[in-house]
């Protein structure tokens, strides 16, 4: 730190005379040694070093100063959004706190494999004890949740399992908090409550992974409204609405000059900005998610009606929801304001362009005639409970893959937000989450609260209370899983491998495994919510999948069998059968002699491949630690077989078994 000179008067060897005076760097200006410490190059460990020179470095490399705020922000860029510029906090303490979090919080990521590895595999399935672990650490929460997201953000092909366990933790502690901010939002006066920020709550709760926000949402249709304030200005450049400043509370009082707002915005919404309804794929939940209908410039009746609805009200025009049966409108009133006569309102199909109906020609959208009652405005509260209606029907025509059943989960999740007491939705959640084998302690809850409703309901909340309790003590005493090794005699005739990338040979006509058991779950307690026309469909030959589980023999049920043709195979049910994850984002159980190595391997874009595999290696995938746990010979079989299909060596290149075994102990001790 300190270098010493030639003293006064003093010449050095080349005659250059120096002063005498001993030069240090801790006589520099303290803001230039905070610039000095703050180059991109050193790192928090560097400024520990640096920090124990001596009392002035410390002092310089204190808490609340520059050198800890630069690193800091360096190494969590994403958490800058939760401070103000220039705000002056201990910088020190925040780095020790944050960089705990992370350990703790991949510490526990780590650990939920060996715990849930062992349980039978279910769609959306819910790790409830791990999330209390999160939130038990009493740590600030955008701490956690950027560990979380700084994990899914790392090497793609790698840390597999990690990513997996992440993301589901992730995915649930956000719907935790929108769930908290849709509670809030229920507790305003109803006339505060915007039916735009209710739909976001809906969507954010759907797609918890995605980047929504209010304000995004509403730039965009500020944006929107700009366009037909330019449209407006053409043809009455004096209108009052062009003086109306965003955010601000104005209705336009004359009937002419609301007529000209809706023109503009029916001529800007649907003939410039191409806006229409999804007549041709109606069933699709991006319909109904705002963010989704502004990407596409498509919806459905509800969800075009509360974007028609917001950007009217920002141009000074009240119009209303209405919840007609099949066909969600608005009403524009064309007299006094709040009459009860239905023939005073023009109603506005949203879905149809905009198009104005009278309160007869309402009925025939649909076909017949309704009560007046359908013709009433209703209340932001109404308008999102069908809209999460929507959702949950969409749900109960899934086809019991992952993406259907976690829009069921969701869409119940937040109807009884909205609705908490509905018996019928309640008893629907418990059947779901009992049958999926997910969260018993919640069906419990679920089941007690039905009961304090309607005590009717004792016969099913009794057969689902004694069914769970056994789960509960069946989870206390898990069975010990099956360890299958190539080498012993009865699994010879076995010849792939788990993380082999296949290919399907040809067509074949049913189920995967996992519909076939819902369908027969579904007939024992009539949880209607798989379309049974359905159970049984073509399957197309070709897919692509990846090996995670195989048996000697085929272990479905006869019925299985049957309903598969397997006795139309060559070696029927007396082959090999391999659990294999499909790139559809099915699971599948395949015979040995319908699959085939894949000529050119591709990554498998499965949302359960984390569950089993802890890498991505170009032509297979490397089982991770549980995985490998369960079939203890197969990697080694995997690295051979791929050797032998992929990476033949050429002379000169090395050897090749010292090469394979290199490899193997590699990955055999990767991090999880």
Same mark, same amino acid.
């Given at each position: ?57 410390? !002092? ?18 994403? /958490? ?20 705990? &979090?992370? %350990? ?6 780590? $650990? ?46 790698? $840390? ?25 939002? /229920? ?14 709550? &809906? ?41 109306? @400043? ?14 000209? &707002? ?42 075009? *009606?509360? /974007? ?25 009133? #064309? ?30 959208? %649909? ?56 018996? #019928? ?6 059947? /779901? ?55 012993? $005699? ?7 491998? &788990? ?13 995967? *495994? ?8 579904? $007939? ?13 469909? *073509? ?50 159980? @395949? ?22 595999? *802890? ?41 090749? !078994?010292?090469?394979?075994?290199? !490899? ?9």
């Amino acid at each position: 730190m300190a270098t010493s000179v030639a003293g006064e008067g003093q010449q050095s060897l080349n005659g250059i005379i120096f002063d005498t005076q001993t030069k240090k760097l801790t006589d520099l200006p303290t803001e230039l040694l905070e610039h000095i410490l703050c180059f991109p190059v050193l790192k928090h460990l560097d400024i520990c070093n640096v920090s124990c020179c001596c009392k002035r470095l410390h !002092d310089v490399c204190h808490g609340r100063g520059k050198v800890w705020g630069h690193q800091y922000k360096l190494r969590w860029p994403r /958490l800058q959004r939760f401070y103000r510029q220039n705000e002056c906090c201990d910088w020190l303490r925040e780095y020790k706190t944050r960089h705990r &979090v992370g %350990i703790q919080i991949r510490r526990t990521v780590e $650990s939920i494999s060996k715990r849930f590895f062992t349980e039978v595999p279910c769609v959306g399935q819910v790790l409830g004890d791990s999330f209390a672990e999160i939130e038990s650490l009493g740590m600030p929460e955008h701490f956690c949740e950027d560990e979380l997201l700084f994990i899914l953000n790392s090497d793609k092909r790698k $840390s597999l399992t990690l990513k997996y366990y992440a993301k589901k933790i992730l995915y649930f502690l956000r719907q935790q908090n929108i769930l908290r901010s849709l509670k809030t939002f /229920l507790e305003q006066p109803a006339e505060q409550q915007s039916a735009l920020e209710g739909a976001i709550l &809906v969507d954010q709760y759907c797609n918890p992974l995605a980047d929504i926000t209010l304000n995004s949402i509403s730039a965009q249709l500020d944006e929107i409204a700009e366009k037909v304030k330019k449209m407006l200005g053409i043809k009455n450049p004096s209108h009052p609405s062009l003086r109306i @400043a965003q955010g601000d509370c104005f209705v336009v009082e004359d009937f002419e000059l609301q007529r000209q &707002v809706v023109c503009a915005l029916n001529s800007v919404l649907y003939e410039q900005l191409q806006y229409k309804g999804n007549e041709f794929d109606f069933y699709n939940p991006l319909n109904s998610y705002i963010h989704q209908v502004l990407l596409r410039r498509t919806g459905i009746p509800i969800s075009l *009606s509360v /974007l028609y609805m917001t950007l009217a009200r920002k141009l000074g025009v009240h119009v209303e929801p209405v919840n007609f049966p099949n066909h969600f409108l608005l009403r524009w009133c #064309q007299k006094q304001t709040g009459s009860e006569d239905i023939y005073d309102y023009v109603y506005i199909d949203a879905f149809g362009k905009g198009k104005q109906l009278t309160a007869k020609e309402c009925e025939y959208l %649909i076909g017949h005639q309704v009560t007046a009652d359908y013709y009433s405005a209703i209340s932001t509260t109404e308008v999102l409970l069908r809209m999460v209606g929507n959702l949950l029907n969409i749900g109960k025509r899934g086809e019991g893959n992952e993406k259907s059943y976690q829009l069921l989960r969701d869409s119940l999740d937040l109807y009884l937000t909205i609705n908490p007491d509905n018996v #019928q939705y309640l008893l629907l959640q418990a059947r /779901l989450y009992f049958h999926l084998g997910i969260w018993p302690e919640k069906v419990l809850d679920i089941l007690q609260h039905i009961q304090a409703l309607d005590p009717s309901q004792h016969g099913a909340v009794g057969y689902l209370v004694q069914h769970t309790l056994e789960h509960i003590q069946h989870k206390k005493h898990p069975v010990t899983p099956e360890v299958k090794k190539r080498s012993v $005699s009865e699994h010879l005739e076995v010849q792939y491998s &788990v993380g082999l990338i296949m290919k399907h040979k040809r067509w074949v006509t049913g189920t995967s *495994s996992t519909t076939i058991l819902l369908f027969v779950n579904t $007939s024992l307690c009539n949880l209607l919510i798989v379309c049974l026309a359905r159970s049984i469909s *073509s399957d197309r030959s070709g897919y692509n999948c990846v090996i995670y589980g195989w048996d000697p023999k085929c272990t479905m049920s006869q019925e299985w069998i049957t309903t598969m043709r397997v006795h139309q195979l060559s070696n029927g049910a007396n082959q090999p059968f391999y659990n294999v994850l499909v790139q559809d984002g099915t699971c599948r159980y @395949a015979a040995q002699e319908n699959l085939e190595p894949h000529s050119a391997p591709l990554e498998i874009g499965h949302p359960e491949v984390g569950r089993y595999f *802890s890498e991505f290696a170009d032509t297979h995938y490397f089982a991770n630690e549980e995985l490998q746990t369960r079939y203890p010979e197969d990697m080694v079989e995997t690295l051979g077989t791929v050797q032998e299909l992929y990476h033949r060596l050429t002379p000169g290149t090395g050897d090749q !078994d010292q090469a394979l075994a290199t !490899d193997q102990n590699n990955h055999h001790t990767m991090p999880m």
